[in-house]
């Protein structure tokens, strides 16, 4: 079976750019989560979908950061303009109950 | 609100030595408990989960733990520590009853010397 599929793995981008995040969640899964991985702060939960409805978005850092699940098979996550401490690991998430499964993550350096 | 502590940051073994990485829970009743494994430059991997029933439970790659209700704990271990394992090792705890958003500890860092 094939698990959550994030892209792109890795970006590399300028500060001011906009930068996008795309998520493909587990086949059935009903829920979808995005984190995020820094040094500084471990994994943090930005956003979580239940049904494709955003549930709970109070981890998102600032209005620069949107995310979006048009449909059951695909969220985005957007950072517009980004900025250098957004530099992090990105991981996308889905579940049907109790058990996330991760996906391997989109490492995303702003410069 | 439920937390979860891994109080050790790093934890250094030999090869072929046994290894506990200890996880202690904050929450009044029985909680959903997992271990996840992170190689470097990958995704977190579920090792094993714990809901109800039998308290050792028994996961991939050799590893078990053990949830103690007593202590709040949910240690894992491995008799025998293989250089491969060298990752980072995350416990969490979820509530279950519809709410199905884990809590992630900090993490703990395996080194594996030959």
């Known amino acids: 079976d094939a698990g959550v599929i994030q892209s792109p793995r890795h970006e590399v981008t300028e500060m001011g750019q906009e930068v996008t995040l795309r998520c493909k969640p587990i086949s059935g899964h009903n829920s979808l989560f995005w984190y995020r991985q820094t040094m500084m702060r471990g994994l943090e939960l930005l956003i979580y979908?239940?049904?494709?409805?955003?549930?709970?978005d109070s981890g998102m850092p600032e209005d620069r950061f949107s995310a979006k699940m048009p449909n059951a098979s695909f969220s985005t996550l957007k950072i517009q303009p980004s900025e250098p401490r957004d530099s992090a690991v990105y991981f996308c998430?889905?579940?049907?109950?109790?058990?996330?499964?991760f996906g391997e993550g989109s490492w995303l350096t702003v410069v | 609100a439920q937390s979860v502590t891994q109080p050790d940051i790093h934890i250094t073994v030999s090869e072929g030595a046994s290894l506990e990485l200890r996880c202690n829970y904050s929450y009044g009743a029985t909680p959903y408990l997992f271990w996840y494994v992170q190689s470097p430059g990958q995704g977190l991997q579920l090792l094993l989960k714990?809901?109800?029933?039998?308290?050792l439970v028994q996961g991939i790659k050799g590893f078990e733990a053990e949830f103690k209700r007593s202590q709040s704990s949910f240690n894992l271990r491995k008799p025998s520590v293989h250089w491969s394992d060298a990752a980072e090792y995350f416990c969490a705890v979820g509530l279950g009853g519809g709410s199905y958003i884990p809590t992630f500890g900090r993490g703990t860092s395996l080194i594996v010397h030959p």
């Open positions: 979908f239940n049904n494709n409805v955003p549930i709970d």
């Open positions: 998430a889905s579940s049907l109950k109790e058990t996330i499964y």
């Open positions: 714990y809901f109800s029933g039998d308290t």
